[in-house]
């Protein structure tokens, strides 16, 4: 723990209030027993101070004083310390302003039932101030929960994290740059980008500033890299984000990660020339990652060595998975060793074997010329499904769908020209690379979507050389087809909504599963389907949205399948009581017909929730969502 002491600058003011005269009372009869009533008045109602702040007093003049007690207090609590001990005279002590802003607070005087008051400007003006922070960690794995001390405590700062080992690798590329002066400027962009991103909605300087700084003892919560050493860092800022104190930081390092029961298999591996597909097989839904390289690039790397090097990959979130998944990864070399890599993996670490199959891409030749045959497999009032038989695999070739009046040759031009306009404006490093991208290899099944509906098409497919992007077929066209007219679907599904819960109740019972479920409407949701169900879509809205003439049912539809839940047989909704809600569903049926749009009226009183023994399935079976969304045409 690193503790930084600090002093702050205190400037003592010389006098600068000049007195008012006061009308004298009238002469009393006796000093102690005064006839005329008692008056009080502060002498001069304005006290300019500086930003660094001090010790100032103001003079006040009581007449008649009939044995009240004086006493003094300060609309804000920067303004502070007051001594009455000098008759006539109260003094007081302003902090540092660190907000970069001009500020404003009102002293009051009171004696007994009089009072009167003087206002307190202090100046924005920026002003560097030592600071100390003081660092603590709750650490779990790779969870980590920082607090932050600051003194002095009414501090505005700005405290994050910064990999040690990213550190060192910034230094060594940057000759003469030290720890402070790294961390300084990463403070600075971080800031500047806040303030940046902050005015596109809406925020001033000072709101985006405000939500990424802290005032006081605070603390955050982050999920880092597990077994890995952070330095942990913060600097005071004004108002504006400009850094007014030297940076302080400490270091900190993360545990380890648990190991996942995760069983990965891999399958239906296909190599070609230039491109793998597979399959990897999950026997639970914790995270891992899957990536194919060079062999030359990692055949002598120990597992440690392999995942340091994945953790510095750009983008490497993009080959992190949940669940089973297909994957086709476009390679740059012919007739190479590659390796297809597959392990589970948490916060920077390996929660499974690590897992890996070679494989050895094709030798092209560019001598044959590759043969088609295109097969109708299914089509509905807005998509296609089509297969592709293709001789010698290896063949690269392009696929698509289009009307029936266009021709070959118009077809080829189009296609010329859109991957022509790639290359011109930077995407691409020549047309065959362009090709290669939006090109396919192998025999496989096709589907294309946003097709209308009773409208003639064909699927048709080409070859291309892939070295040199030039077509090397006519154009094959498949059998025309018409697609069909949308229709209601007879499939539906339904959702129960007869029985809801009191929050408080639920969290009594279930701690761990609803820790936030207090003084809500806890709503189980369960999909029950009926006849060809493909997918389904429901939400809750806040609001009567029971009309259909607005939102229409085809709006209601685009907003569903754009934002509401999706395929979740089970789910809680959290939901407000005494307040007018709507629970809507539809489905979809293989043929992509929808069903009817049904909306459920929703209200929900907490003197008619079901009894706790009622709940009707184990929490760990669903998740939970807050009905807070209304519907936004």
Known sequence: MKNIKFILASLVAVAMFASCSKPANEPVDTPDTPTDPATLSIDDNYVQVKAAGGEYYFTYTLENPDGNELKVESQYEWVHS????????????????????????????????????????????????????????????????????????????????????????????????????????????????????????????????????????????????????????????????????????????????????????????????????????????????????????????????????????????????????????????????????????????????????????????????????LTLDKVTHYRVKASVDVEPETSLYYIDVCGVDETGDELKETIREAAQWYVDNGYYNNIAMCYRIVGSKGSKQYEFTGLYPETQYRVYAFGIDEKTGEFTTDVIFSEVFTTPAVKVSESYITINTDKYFDGFEVVKKYPNDFSDADGWAVLPLEVETHGDVVDYYYDVYVGDVTDTTYPTDDE??????????????????????????????????????????????????????????????????????????????
């Open 82 to 373: 007051f001594d009455l001990s000098d008759e006539g005279e109260v003094s007081f002590v302003v902090d540092t302003n660190t907000t970069g802003s001009q500020r404003i607070s009102k002293i009051t005087l009171t004696y007994g039932k009089l009072k009167d008051s003087i206002v307190v400007t202090q100046s924005g003006e920026a002003v560097d101030v030592e600071i100390s922070i003081d660092f603590e960690f709750d650490i779990n794995g790779p969870y980590v929960r920082m607090y932050t001390y600051p003194s002095p405590e009414g501090i505005r700062y700005y405290a994050w994290y910064y990999s040690v080992k990213g550190m060192e690798t910034a230094l060594e590329q940057s000759p003469g740059v030290t720890i402070d002066m790294y961390l300084e400027k990463v403070i600075e962009v971080d800031i500047s980008e806040a303030i940046y991103y902050g005015a596109y909605a809406g925020y001033s300087a000072e709101q985006a500033v405000a939500e990424i700084t802290l005032v006081g003892p605070s603390y955050q919560d982050f999920e880092l890299n597990g077994n890995t050493e952070f330095y942990a860092f913060a600097c005071a800022v004004n108002n504006q984000g400009a850094l007014i104190s030297d940076v302080v930081y400490t270091t900190f390092k993360t545990g380890e990660v648990e190991k996942s029961s995760n069983v990965l298999t891999l399958s239906n591996v296909d190599v070609n020339t230039d491109r793998v597909s597979y399959e990897v097989n999950a026997t639970n839904m914790d995270q891992y990652a899957t990536i194919v390289l060079p062999a030359a690039d990692v055949e002598n790397l120990t597992d440690d060595e392999f995942i340091a090097m994945f953790n510095k990959i750009d983008g490497y979130v993009s080959y992190l998975n949940f669940g089973s998944c297909s994957k086709e990864y476009l390679l740059h070399m012919e007739d190479t060793d590659y390796y297809i890599y597959y392990f589970g993996y948490e916060y920077g670490m390996a929660t499974t074997e690590i897992k890996r199959e070679k494989i050895h891409t094709a030798k092209y030749d560019s001598t044959v010329v590759p043969k088609f045959e």
């Open 556 to 633: 209601i539809i685009l907003d569903l399948v754009q934002y509401g839940k999706r395929n979740e047989p089970i789910t809680y909704s959290y939901c407000y009581f005494y307040e007018t809600l709507t629970l809507i569903y539809f489905s979809k049926d293989s043929d992509d017909n929808n069903s009817v749009v049904t909306r459920v009226p929703l209200y929900l009183d907490p003197d008619q929730c079901a009894d706790m023994s009622e709940f009707p399935f184990n929490p760990a079976e669903a998740t939970a969502f807050k009905a807070e969304r209304k519907f936004v045409k």
